[in-house]
């Protein structure tokens, strides 16, 4: 069945460094994909989404390109303050009425 | 301002003692959806709800009840609560799903800690 798989954390980093955070995707067709953010003590918020192939989504100073040829979605953001602090999910849609989530990946930003 | 609101947001109890988790959405959604959050596991649906009257079974509905009489409720039922379901819960809402698939926002509550001794 469709799964999504992420890098595991935590992933630390100083304040203003690049961020990469990995995301690989199983479907059997065209999945919608998305990045969930969920900062302490709360419910997760969208992030960003793309849709179709060689989609791009941005929000905040985040991006991530949906790459059918590699099944990724990898989540960027250029330089991080430490209010990104928080745990990212990715999660896809295809066909099966809910999001299906990878397991998290705690972002820990420090001055 | 809209929202999803979720009640009790911390709750203890014991094996076996009925409770409910109650779930309301202010933006006229259709679908609504449970999932409860593990470590190492990442969320994982309960149940869900396309719309009034209209709930299925999602990944882990064991142990677990839903209800949908008004289009904004969602109400999560442990009928005899186990420690293996000692989670954070989650409910979430969004405009009705096109083609089976979600294609946008998906708003969740600020989530309910149970821990069941």
């Known amino acids: 069945g469709d799964s999504v798989t992420q890098m595991e954390g935590p992933v630390t980093l100083s304040e203003e460094a690049f961020l990469t955070i990995n995301c690989t995707y199983t479907?059997?067709?065209?999945?919608?994909l998305f990045w969930y953010v969920q900062y302490p003590g709360e419910g997760l918020q969208l992030l960003l989404k793309?849709?179709?192939?060689?989609d791009k989504g941005s929000n905040k100073g985040f991006e991530a390109t949906y790459r059918k040829e590699t099944t990724s979605f990898h989540l960027e953001k250029g330089s991080v303050q430490v209010s990104d602090s928080a745990v990212y999910f990715c999660?896809?849609?295809?066909?099966?009425?809910?999001?299906?989530f990878g397991t998290g990946t705690r972002l820990q930003v420090f001055p | 301002e809209a929202q999803v609101t979720q009640n009790p947001r911390y709750l203890i109890t014991v094996t076996g003692k009925k409770l409910t988790v109650t779930c309301s959405q202010n933006?006229?959604?259709?679908?609504m959806s449970w999932y409860r959050q593990d470590p190492g596991l990442g969320l994982r649906q309960i149940y869900y709800s396309m719309n009034v009257e209209v709930t299925d079974k999602g990944d882990v509905p064991e142990g677990y009840k839903v209800s949908r009489k008004e289009k904004r409720n969602f109400p999560l039922i442990l009928e005899s609560p186990s420690p293996n379901q000692t989670s954070l819960y989650f409910c979430?809402?969004?405009?009705?799903?096109?083609?089976?698939?979600?294609?946008?926002?998906?708003?969740f509550g600020e989530g309910s800690r149970l821990t069941v001794l």
């Open positions: 933006m006229n959604h259709e679908y």
């Open positions: 479907a059997t067709g065209y999945p919608s």
């Open positions: 793309a849709t179709k192939a060689d």
């Open positions: 999660a896809l849609s295809e066909n099966t009425d809910k999001l299906i």
């Open positions: 979430a809402s969004s405009a009705s799903p096109r083609g089976g698939r979600i294609t946008g926002e998906l708003f």
